[in-house]
């Protein structure tokens, strides 16, 4: 079993930064790819970053691309969700999730393809 645990949410006006951290206990969790989701009031969740198990292939949604950088530190079993000029659109709940498939060059963006899910944490971000 895998537990996840979100954090470094909160609020910040628009151009601030965040960094989100996922920390993970129970199966190694070097050996999972992890995504980052978010859901904005009233829309459905949407794919933010993904990176794969060995650290490589990152891969980011075009609304946050060249703002947001996904990391891992398998040693501290916690994946990070650096966000830097943030814009009011990217207020939501953010959620990482993490799967385990064999191949560590793996890196998926659909929900669907996640088995384990964090609680989420709230980004809240002002104009």
């Known amino acids: 079993q895998v537990q996840l645990v979100e954090s470094g949410g909160g609020s910040v006006q628009a151009g601030g930064s965040l960094r989100l951290s996922c920390a993970s206990s129970?199966?190694?969790?070097?050996?999972?790819?992890v995504g980052w989701f978010r859901q904005g009031p009233g829309k459905e969740r949407e794919f933010v970053a993904a990176?794969?198990?060995?650290?490589?292939?990152?891969r980011y949604a075009d609304s946050v691309k060249g703002r947001f950088t996904i990391s891992r530190d398998n040693a501290k079993n916690t994946v990070y969700l650096q966000m830097n000029s943030l814009k009011p659109e990217d207020t939501a709940v953010y959620y990482c999730?993490?799967?385990?498939?064999?191949?560590?060059?793996?890196?998926?963006?659909?929900?669907?393809?996640?088995?384990?899910w964090g609680q989420g944490a709230q980004v809240t971000v002002s104009s």
């Open positions: 990176v794969s198990a060995s650290g490589g292939n990152p």
């Open positions: 129970g199966r190694t969790f070097s050996s999972a790819a």
């Open positions: 999730a993490a799967t385990f498939s064999g191949d560590d060059s793996y890196t998926p963006r659909r929900h669907y393809e996640y088995n384990y």
